[in-house]
């Protein structure tokens, strides 16, 4: 039989190794993508370590989640099909495609709506199922797959998990009115999509917010109309000046205790503050607020297959600002989640598998 290679976590917390698998081929209505492009995002360092912050509730560990190891994780995964099972129809060897990995459990009310991200029993690929930290990922329905043939795929791979996250988190802010003012909060990966895929959807009006300042130049650069480092003392009244007391939307894709005390503090009357990042900790404010400010507060998490599909077709159109790709080997897998822990990225990373892997 032949193998295929892939880096995986056999124990939580520790770094991942390289192993190598048997390659079985696709039955019924499974594709063989062979990966040429898979992105690392922020959810893989807490995946890595097993857990998210719950604050003062403690920990939610991945395997409480339903995560086995040793897995494949890595959920934003490009390639070309390398075969098909019998009963596929539409997709085609040799075709390039974008994985979407968010599949829910198939029979509940939400899958059946194209909600799969508000399934309450999802199968994600590269949580539950084998994911792109490979040279080969299995998919189980030709359905998952959208034609990227003729983009770059690690250019595009982002909008599978961090383009497409952003983008439902958009469609549920709504618009603005003229005059009204949005402000992102981290310019990460996530971040930086917002702000691109904001512009495409005509939010001009857009406050970028780090604390990083290289990160809020390259912000700004994306299409944000103003920038501020949050670690000034006078953050709050500093967001009002600049969106001229009319601060309507917060976007927080870092999603801390921090960021959302900035976030329902600097926000005007009737403001909507959608949270996408998973830093974590606890989220606390005055409860009277809520009625006060008239104040709408809502997470949102992943997006659907219809809106990676429309995601997509924006791409095509060319009116998607490209955030900065910063391409590596599979192989230097952990050094990678250092830089990225560590604050040392810009944009996303976007693995290849090394030549020399098969
Ligand atoms: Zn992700
Ligand atoms: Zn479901």
């Known amino acids: 039989m032949r193998k295929y290679t892939s880096f995986d976590l056999i124990e939580w917390g520790r770094p991942f190794e390289r192993r190598t698998n048997e390659l079985r081929a696709p039955e019924g209505s499974e594709v063989l993508v062979r990966v040429t492009a898979a992105g690392l995002c922020h959810s893989d360092l807490h995946i890595q370590k097993g857990f998210m912050d719950l604050g003062q509730e403690g920990r939610l560990t991945f395997a409480e989640r339903g995560a086995s190891l040793p897995m494949t994780f890595g959920h934003e995964i490009a390639g070309i099909v390398e075969a098909v099972g019998a009963d596929v129809a539409r997709v085609q060897c040799g075709q390039q495609v974008l994985v979407f990995p968010w599949i829910g459990c198939g029979t509940c009310e939400a899958c059946y709506e194209d909600r799969e991200s508000d399934c309450s029993a999802m199968r994600i690929i590269g949580l539950k199922q084998k994911g792109g930290f490979a040279t080969h990922c299995m ?53 930086m999509n917002a702000i691109s895929i904001a ?35 006078d953050a709050v009244e500093k967001l009002q000046k600049m969106a001229n007391g009319r601060l309507m939307g917060v976007l927080d894709t870092f999603g801390s205790g921090a960021t959302a005390r900035i976030a329902v503090r600097a926000m005007s009357k009737a403001g909507r503050y959608l949270l996408v990042g998973q830093a974590g900790g606890d989220f606390r404010m005055p409860q009277v607020w809520l009625p006060q400010k008239a104040m709408t507060v809502r997470g949102s998490h992943v997006g659907n297959l219809p809106q990676l599909r429309k995601l997509i077709q924006m791409v095509r159109a060319g009116k998607i600002k490209q955030i900065p790709i910063d391409r590596r080997p599979l192989s230097a897998i952990n050094q990678a989640v250092e830089d990225l822990e ?7 990373i976007v693995f290849h598998p090394d030549q020399n892997l098969s």
């Open 342 to 348: 560590k604050g040392r990225v810009t944009g996303r």
């Open 199 to 233: 512009r495409a959807m005509g939010i001009e009006n857009i406050i970028a917010v780090d604390i990083d300042n290289d990160k809020l130049d390259v912000a700004y650069k994306m299409g944000a109309a103003k920038i501020m480092n949050s670690q000034r003392k």
């Open 139 to 191: 998919v189980e329905n030709e359905k998952f797959l959208v034609d990227i043939d003729g983009l770059d795929a690690a250019d595009v791979v982002p909008h599978s998990c961090s383009g497409l996250t952003v983008y439902n988190a958009l469609e549920k802010m709504g618009a603005l009115r003229k005059g009204e003012w949005m402000m992102i909060m981290g310019c990460g990966g996530l971040g």
